[in-house]
């Protein structure tokens, strides 16, 4: 039977346009700078020190070799394992899902789960050109449909091309796309960590510059620089040094990648939707719980498309709900569920290493009731999505420690 695991120390640096902060000193906000924050953050969250972990587990997609390691020795170089870990936008995700099954196995009591991106803005570019890009096999998948136009950049037009097929389909409109950004930038008025805290209208929202129909500007995450860190422990270690009350256990968790299905002749698969469904099912099995019973999520809204899809993937409603869900309000204050109180990628960032685990701070805050204006009402239980296309899925679902 495997081990419990808990999440007992969580930190992360705001959000930053790539490039924009500066250092004390004037000089440039680097990942190791960020690192040294989120992580100081984490241990003193978690009240250990450094030498108590046994593992870190570092996430990034730009940077070079062993940045993992350059990153985690602003935090102390004590001979432990240090693992980098490249699994694109669900890298933050992957290197928490890492942490949690050597904990899970028995092998430690402590991990560090350690993200952190420095961005170059604009369109995510790619760093060698001598080779094939893992995404144009995704991307080929979209254009054999024959059925969208190309647009650049390719990452917004990928998930628009699901939007669309979604409208096709389902009766969808540009204003439920929309409405999702609305949301997202008004939840993240209250949170201090977000690269945007601005509110807009749902006009101002559709008439943003046209991106990718049905996408527009104000509905895209933007390139970012930060960092996360979660400190992770055993249950034996939890219960030697009285961390309970502020303990969040991961009661469910699953990494899934592409199946034979991915090029099944649809655009929502090549953008992972059966990843989605597959992980959440796989969570859902070993929590007990069921999409009713969690009251926040926070998931991967990289697009506007994505979230609405992902309300389908997850279970919140039927195949072709979502549009439902939306008008009904469903998935903010007062709805069924509170989705990216965070404000989400579209608003607070999407600094891709960090990412899975600023969700993952999100919701133990939540869960602790400790996120201020944030807070969502009576939190028994949390859901976390994280996706990359090329391509991996992470699922997790936490409760509190003391429940």
């Given amino acids: 039977m495997a081990n419990k695991v808990f999440v007992v120390g969580v930190g992360m ?41 046994q593992a870190a ?3 990034y997609v730009y940077g070079e070799s062993c940045s993992g390691q350059r990153a985690a020795y602003e935090l102390g170089m004590t001979g432990i394992p240090v693992v980098n870990v490249n699994n694109n936008c669900s890298t933050g995700s992957t290197a928490l899902y890492l942490a949690a099954e050597a904990i899970r196995g028995g092998r430690i009591d402590v991990a ?4 952190f991106e420095k961005m170059q803005p604009g369109s995510l570019p790619a760093t060698f050109g001598d080779r094939e890009q893992p995404g ?35 009766g969808t409109t540009l204003e439920h796309f929309a409405k999702i950004g609305y949301k997202n930038h008004k939840h993240s008025v209250n949170n201090p960590y977000s690269q945007f805290r601005d509110e807009y209208t749902l006009d101002e929202i559709m008439n943003s510059p046209m991106i990718a129909e049905p996408v527009t500007k104000l509905q895209c995450s933007p390139t970012s620089d930060g960092s996360g860190a979660a400190v992770l422990a055993s249950e034996a270690f939890v219960d030697k ?8 256990e991961i009661v469910g968790q699953a990494l899934v990648t592409d199946f034979g299905s991915t090029f099944d002749g649809t655009a929502r698969n090549i953008i992972g939707y059966d990843m989605n469904v597959a992980a959440a099912a796989k969570v859902y099995d070993e929590s007990g719980l069921g999409p009713a019973d969690f009251q926040v999520i926070e998931l991967h809204d990289c697009f ?22 939306i008008d009904g309000n469903q998935t903010t204050y007062g709805g069924k569920w509170v989705v990216n109180p965070s404000g989400g990628l579209i608003s607070k960032g999407h600094p891709l290493g960090a990412t899975g685990l600023a969700q993952c701070s999100e ?23 994280n996706i990359g296309i090329g391509g991996a899925a992470v699922v997790t679902a936490y409760q509190r420690a003391d429940r």
């Fill in 241 to 248: 040094h009285g961390l309970a009350a502020q303990a969040v």
């Fill in 304 to 325: 506007s498309a994505n979230e609405l899809l992902l309300y389908e993937a997850l279970g919140l409603c039927a195949e072709g709900g979502a549009a439902e869900l």
């Fill in 57 to 59: 587990y570092v996430g």
């Fill in 13 to 53: 640096t705001n959000f930053e346009k790539p490039g924009r902060r500066k250092n004390d000193d004037g000089s440039d906000w680097d990942y190791p700078d960020m690192a040294r924050e989120s992580g100081t953050k984490a241990l003193a969250d978690a009240g250990i020190s450094y030498d108590r972990v």
């Fill in 363 to 385: 919701l133990t805050w939540q869960l602790r009731g400790t996120a201020d204006k944030r807070q969502v009402p009576g939190v028994t239980a949390a859901l976390q999505h």
């Fill in 112 to 115: 560090l789960a350690l993200g």
């Fill in 136 to 170: 144009l096999q995704f991307i080929n998948g979209l254009l054999e449909l024959g059925k969208y136009e190309p647009r650049f950049p390719p990452a917004p037009w990928m998930f628009a091309c699901a939007g669309l097929e979604h409208m096709e389909r389902f």
